[in-house]
Structures are given as structure tokens and as C-alpha cells.
């Protein structure tokens, strides 16, 4: 995943910077997930996010 990924940036930032436990990693997903939604109903662009949601969700946390 990339290093910029949404999802990532959240659950480092949920951790204080450590290393992300699963649940911070779900709720960035859930949180990323709610933004595409909430963009999309506005009909603002997407830019990368949808993208960036999809490769989130295949990453398995620990």
C-alpha cells in the first residue's frame, strides 16, 4: 500500500504513529468509504480515492 494512502495515514494517526492495530485500519477504511460516499453525492471528484479504498481492503492486518 502506499505510503499516502488514506486509509493508512488514518490508522497511523489513530496509533500515535506505531504500528496500526487492525481495528484503526477498519475504521480508516470505514471513514475513507464514508468520504467516497459523501463526495459522490455532492459531485465533487474522487481524484484516487476509489482506488486507494480497493487497495486498502486487500491489505490483511496482523
Same mark, same amino acid.
Given at each position: 500500500m502506499d505510503k499516502n494512502n488514506f486509509v493508512l495515514l488514518t490508522a497511523l494517526q489513530l496509533s500515535g504513529g506505531s504500528k496500526p492495530k487492525p481495528w484503526m485500519l477498519k475504521a480508516g477504511i470505514n471513514m475513507l468509504s464514508n468520504h467516497i460516499k459523501q463526495r459522490k453525492r455532492l459531485g465533487l471528484p474522487l481524484f !484516487? #480515492?476509489?482506488? !486507494? #479504498? !480497493? !487497495?486498502?481492503k486487500r491489505i490483511k492486518p496482523d
Open positions: !484516487e #480515492l476509489e482506488k !486507494e #479504498l !480497493e !487497495e486498502a
